[in-house]
């Protein structure tokens, strides 16, 4: 397989110094597929074209714990993907990181640049390559799935290798070797800077980790996070939200708090930590507690709270508990207030009694938050299929009928009052994506 590179920028052959690969002589480099070598098919002045040539050994590829992409007889040797992709991360690692101790400005500079790839898998080309900044022009080949793809920009010799790590193995779809953890931090190292703020950094996340659901959501969150943006917005997502539902339901809720004046709070259910990284900053909330009955959960939370690097007068006001909601513990009993920030929807319905026994009698706060979607907005999401949920954890969706039965009935039997708050956008019909009950104890009366 191949991929050539073409500058114009001059004198072009200062692309060697970036690639750190002489122009005058051809390399060779063994990878765990076969051989990969570099070349220069021109090199002048005016222009330089470097390529990199994959032959790939069926033999090695069988070697492995093997796959439908390892066998003797496949496009795996012609069509660029995983394999290619691996050659390209290894033999220009170092320009890929971006350093070039003999020219550090020009590696800081965009130049002009032509990527060819005869071989690609192009349905998803333009889409993909087209917003980082790449004209995108494709020859196809014939009536299937690859195409002889060209891209044109003007950009920095890292970024461009960086977008061709990811984006190449993204378009072919699968990947010849295990997928497993630590393809997250590759991700995100050969993403910063730009994977973040892509229009489809979901369905490349996705593509890119083999669609394994807890290593998605686990870049999703880390991306969202680099990005300053929850990772609820990505099940929640609105039309050209001007502010993320995320951020209005933790505003809304941080509201009630101090409208209730709650020094000691509970975040039940609070997984990794988006809440609690909230209310840590408000310096009103004296004592925070977060309680899940994932630990995983609870070490994201540890990390992104960044609780090993914490002053210890912050460090005193928070607690994380492992603890399941449906069962009493009365070491939650006695705080000011509880918050279930989209939690109830997550539990099967046969255990939501179970629920309002260790919350409303076992627990007991002064004051209860629940917030839950409101499945009657859920038409109005763009990205949402009809008829699915906003998260494929989630055991039901309620109505606001319904969810106003279930909190009333709640209020009743457990001696609370309880009023209900729309959060997010109202429709006229359809009432607002987010809706939460606000439970006040009548004995604090």
Not at 52 to 68: K, M, Y
Request: charge should be negative; hydrophobic fraction near 40%; proline fraction near 6%.
């Amino acid at each position: 397989m191949l991929l050539t590179m073409t500058t114009t920028h001059q004198p072009a052959t200062d692309l060697g110094h970036l690639l750190h690969k002489h122009p005058d002589r051809a390399q060779s480099f063994s990878t765990s597929s076969g051989t990969a070598h570099v070349f220069y098919p021109k090199a002048s002045p005016e222009e330089c074209t470097v390529a990199l040539l994959l032959e790939v050994d069926p033999i090695a590829l069988v070697r492995g714990p093997g796959s439908t992409l390892t066998q003797y007889v496949n496009d795996r040797p012609y069509a660029a993907g995983s394999l290619l992709t691996v050659a390209l991360g290894s033999v220009f690692r170092t320009a890929m990181n971006g350093r070039s101790d003999s020219f550090p400005e020009l590696a800081r500079t965009p130049i002009p640049l032509v990527i060819r790839v005869p071989a690609l898998p192009y349905k998803l080309a333009e889409r993909l390559f087209t917003p980082l900044g790449w004209t995108v022009e494709v020859a196809e080949h014939g009536d299937s799935r690859y195409g002889d793809v060209t891209l044109t920009g003007t950009l920095k010799v890292s970024d461009a290798l960086k977008h061709l790590y990811v984006l190449l193995p993204v378009l072919d779809g699968g990947k010849h070797y295990w997928v497993a953890a630590d393809e997250v931090d590759k991700l995100l190292k050969a993403g910063d800077g730009w994977l973040s703020a892509h229009p489809d950094k979901e369905l490349i996340t996705t593509r890119y980790l083999a669609r394994k659901r807890p290593l998605v959501l686990s870049a999703l969150e880390r991306l969202a996070e680099v990005d300053e943006v929850e990772p609820e917005e990505l099940d929640n997502a609105l039309a050209e939200p001007k502010i993320s539902l995320a951020a209005q339901r933790k505003e809304a809720v941080i509201k009630a708090l101090k409208e209730a004046r709650a020094k000691r709070v509970l975040d039940l259910g609070c997984g990794g930590g988006a809440l609690l990284r909230e209310l840590v900053k408000e310096p009103e909330f004296t004592e925070i507690h977060g309680v899940d009955v994932s630990a995983k959960a609870l070490q994201e939370a540890a990390r992104k709270l960044h609780l090993d690097r914490m002053s210890d007068r912050l460090r005193e006001r928070i607690t994380l508990r492992q603890s399941a909601l449906t069962y009493a513990d009365t070491e939650l009993a006695g705080y000011d207030a509880a918050v279930l920030m989209e939690v109830v929807e997550h539990v099967d319905p046969s255990r939501l009694p179970a629920l309002e026994h260790s919350v409303f009698v076992v627990a007991r706060p002064a004051v209860v938050l629940v917030t839950t979607p409101n499945v009657e907005y859920n038409p109005l999401f763009e990205t949402l299929p009809e008829g699915q949920m906003r998260h494929s954890d989630h055991r039901f969706e309620w109505t606001r009928a319904e969810f106003a039965e279930w909190a009333d009935g709640v209020a009743s039997r457990r001696g609370y009052r309880v009023r209900h708050v729309p959060i997010g956008p109202e429709d006229a019909d359809r009432g607002a994506p987010t809706q939460m009950a606000v439970f006040s104890s009548e004995d604090e009366n």
